[in-house]
């Protein structure tokens, strides 16, 4: 139990850098910024599969690939890169941080009282109220682009959880595939999506490559999807073997923590005290609601 906590946690630690990296270029879109990352988990991927001559799924884990990274990935990361877009990084990181209550009520088991999730509900909307009207330094205002970028956030918040539920439910159902293969098939999948996203809507490659961020884009490219995307997938794939859903979910607490950390350090500024008690009411709301599990 102790290694899928760990893994959990490093996952989110290294999905916190995904709501900082949209924000460290300028005049790129919010498809080149989701085609970028994920072209380059499917490289990744493939390379690793190459490498290790590891097996290929089969049709079926094939179409389960395909249909789960474009829930838990492309389509993800696309909605939540218009969310900080129109919100700033703040508040999309905080909704997203509601995942763990989402995972509860959604996959409750099935001794737990509907009633002892009461107190972990109240802090955490409470928090995310209170955020949410604070002001922002993440270039967002109050206008109808930042509530625009609050939809993105919860629509983006939705395709996850149902990620998170349905991948969870998979890797139960096939213990026979280990948390590498089933990155490695998810990052084909996604890098192949990712691919046919930046062909369709993406900018071309003469126009990037005039950007004048276009070597920072690479780099980020390229630490989000080895880092981000396929070492993160990994150590989720090890915390959703080990643990069950509605704990497994509890974890993602720490992308957010880290998303905030990094949000802050990227500003060279403190949290203002509003953010710090919304920080503190959203962090107590995640532990209500593990207590409440436990």
Not at 2 to 26: H, I, S
Not at 265 to 292: E, Y
Request: net charge positive; aromatic share 10%.
């Amino acid at each position: 139990m102790v290694n899928g906590v760990l893994a959990g946690l490093a996952a989110g630690a290294l999905w916190g850098l995904v709501f900082v990296a949209p924000r460290m270029v300028d005049g790129y879109g919010s498809v080149d910024l989701a085609a970028g990352r994920f072209v380059a988990y499917g490289i990744v991927a493939a390379l690793v599969c190459a490498w290790t001559r590891r097996a290929l799924p089969d049709a079926r884990q094939a179409l389960s690939a395909i249909g789960l990274s474009l829930l838990g990935f492309t389509g993800y990361y696309l909605l939540l890169v218009l969310a900080i877009r129109d919100a700033g990084t703040e508040v999309p990181s905080l909704v997203i941080g509601t995942i763990p209550i989402w995972i509860m009520l959604l996959g409750k088991p099935g001794h737990l009282r509907w009633a002892a999730l009461v107190p972990g509900i109240l802090l955490t909307a409470a928090g995310l109220a209170l955020m949410t009207l604070a002001p922002h330094a993440g270039g967002a205002g109050q206008g109808a682009h930042y509530w625009r970028g609050i939809l993105w956030a919860c629509a983006s918040l939705a395709s996850w959880t149902a990620f998170a539920l349905l991948n969870a439910a998979w890797l139960k159902r096939h213990p026979e595939v280990s948390a590498t293969d089933w990155a490695n098939w998810l990052g084909l999948a996604t890098g192949a999506g990712a691919l046919l996203l930046w062909a369709v809507a993406g900018s071309d490659l003469r126009t990037l490559a005039t950007l004048p961020d276009a070597p920072v884009f690479l780099a980020l490219a390229l630490a989000t999807g080895a880092g981000s995307a396929w070492l993160a997938t990994i150590l989720w794939n090890v915390a959703s073997q080990r643990l069950s859903a509605s704990l497994c979910g509890q974890l993602i607490v720490s992308e957010t923590l880290f998303a905030l950390a990094y949000s802050f350090a990227w500003d060279g500024r403190w949290p203002t005290p509003s953010q710090w008690a919304a920080a503190v009411l959203f962090t107590l709301g995640i532990l209500a609601s593990i207590k409440a599990h436990r």
